[in-house]
C-alpha cells in the first residue's frame, strides 16, 4: 500500500524568498516520487522525479526535492519564488511492485500563493 | 511532439444522462491512466489501460468504466450520472513499461464535466 501527506494545504511567500512544500510518505516498495505542478485550469505538469538514483533530484524552473528514506519525506524547495510559481503542488507516490504497481497515489495538494 | 489530447474539454449533462470521454496519448505512449479530481476528494485513480487490457483499477463503481483501442486511444463512459461526477477528469499517458523511473506520465489538460 502506498499513502502520500501533504503537510501544508496553503503557503504563502513573498518575491525572492525561498518555498518550501513538505511531504510525507509511505510505501510497500521502493518508491518512485514524483512533484506535480497545477496551474488554474490546466492539467498537471511534471516538475521532478526520484527513481533510486540520486537522493537530491533538479527539476524544471529551478525547484529541487530531496528524498530521505530516514524520515519517509520528499520536500520540495525552491531558493528564490518567483510570481509564475503561484500555483497548486501536488507530491505523487508511485510502487514499484505489487498490485499497486504503475498507479499514482496523489497528496492533497499545497497551494503556494507569492506575493509582490 | 503532440502532447495528451482530450476531448471535449467541457461537457454539461443532467442526472441520469452518461457520457463519454476521449484521450489521445502521446504518439508511441502504450499505457493510458485515467483521473478524477473533485475540490474534496482530490485526484484519485480511476484505471490504467495498456495495450487494450486494464492493467490497475482504482475504488470506483462499475458506472465508470474504459477502454482502449488497437491506436492506444482511450475512452472512457460514465454511466447513469450523479451530482458527485462533477470533476476534472485527467488522462495521462506513459510508456508503460514497469521498471523503476520509467512509469513517468504525462497529463492532458482534463474534461470538466458538470452534471445538473
Known amino acids: 500500500a502506498q499513502s502520500v501527506t501533504q503537510l501544508d494545504s496553503h503557503v504563502s511567500v513573498s518575491e525572492g524568498t525561498p518555498v518550501l512544500l513538505r511531504c510525507n510518505y509511505s510505501s510497500s516498495y521502493s518508491p518512485s516520487l514524483f512533484w506535480y505542478v497545477q496551474h488554474p485550469n490546466k492539467g498537471l505538469q511534471l516538475l521532478l522525479k526520484y527513481t533510486s538514483a540520486a537522493t537530491l533530484v533538479k527539476g524544471i524552473n529551478g525547484f529541487e526535492a530531496e528524498f530521505k528514506k530516514s524520515e519517509t519525506s520528499f520536500h520540495l524547495t525552491k531558493p528564490s519564488a518567483h510570481m509564475s510559481d503561484a500555483a497548486e503542488y501536488f507530491c505523487?507516490?508511485?510502487?514499484?511492485?505489487?498490485?499497486?504497481?504503475?498507479?499514482?497515489?496523489f497528496g492533497q495538494g499545497t497551494i503556494l500563493t507569492v506575493h509582490p | 511532439k503532440a502532447g495528451v489530447t482530450q476531448t471535449p474539454r467541457y461537457l454539461i449533462k443532467t442526472r441520469g444522462q452518461q457520457v463519454t470521454l476521449s484521450c489521445s496519448p502521446i504518439s508511441g505512449h502504450r499505457s493510458v491512466s485515467w483521473y478524477q479530481q473533485t475540490p474534496g476528494q482530490g485526484l484519485q485513480f480511476l484505471f490504467e489501460y495498456f495495450s487494450e487490457t486494464q492493467r490497475n483499477k482504482g475504488n470506483f463503481p462499475g458506472r465508470f468504466s474504459g477502454r482502449q483501442f488497437s491506436n492506444s486511444r482511450s475512452e472512457m463512459n460514465v454511466s447513469t450520472l450523479e451530482l458527485g461526477d462533477s470533476a476534472l477528469y485527467l488522462c495521462?499517458?506513459?510508456?508503460?513499461?514497469?521498471?523503476?523511473?520509467?512509469?513517468?506520465?504525462?497529463f492532458g489538460a482534463g474534461s470538466r464535466l458538470t452534471v445538473l
Open positions: 505523487v507516490v508511485s510502487d514499484t511492485g505489487g498490485t499497486s504497481y504503475g498507479k499514482l497515489t
Open positions: 495521462a499517458s506513459s510508456l508503460g513499461v514497469r521498471r523503476s523511473g520509467a512509469n513517468v506520465l504525462t
